[in-house]
């Protein structure tokens, strides 16, 4: 299982709601979170799944995640 962060622009738990049904019927997702609480609104995706697919789904859901290249 890998992991992926991406740079958000959901910033509350309103937005989090939003794109929770998109996420969470995304195939190959395991586990995601976002952290509204950093300026970077971190995106957190573990699972089978490619960063392209992650950004796709959020997009679905109308918003933005740009993947954190090199994130630990």
Same mark, same amino acid.
């Given at each position: 299982? *890998?992991?992926l962060? =991406? *740079?958000?622009?959901? *910033?509350? #738990?309103?937005?989090?709601? *939003?794109?929770?049904?998109?996420?969470? &019927?995304?195939?190959?997702?395991? =586990?995601?979170?976002? @952290?509204?609480?950093?300026? @970077? +609104?971190? #995106?957190?995706? +573990?699972? @089978? $799944? &490619?960063?392209?697919?992650?950004?796709?789904?959020?997009?679905e859901?109308? =918003?933005?995640?740009?993947?954190?290249?090199?994130? $630990?």
């Amino acid at each position: 299982m *890998k992991e992926l962060k =991406f *740079k958000t622009n959901i *910033k509350c #738990l309103g937005c989090v709601a *939003k794109v929770t049904p998109h996420i969470q &019927s995304a195939e190959g997702v395991e =586990f995601w979170e976002v @952290d509204i609480t950093t300026p @970077d +609104k971190i #995106l957190t995706v +573990k699972g @089978d $799944v &490619s960063a392209e697919e992650v950004a796709a789904v959020v997009a679905e859901a109308g =918003f933005q995640a740009q993947e954190v290249v090199g994130a $630990v």
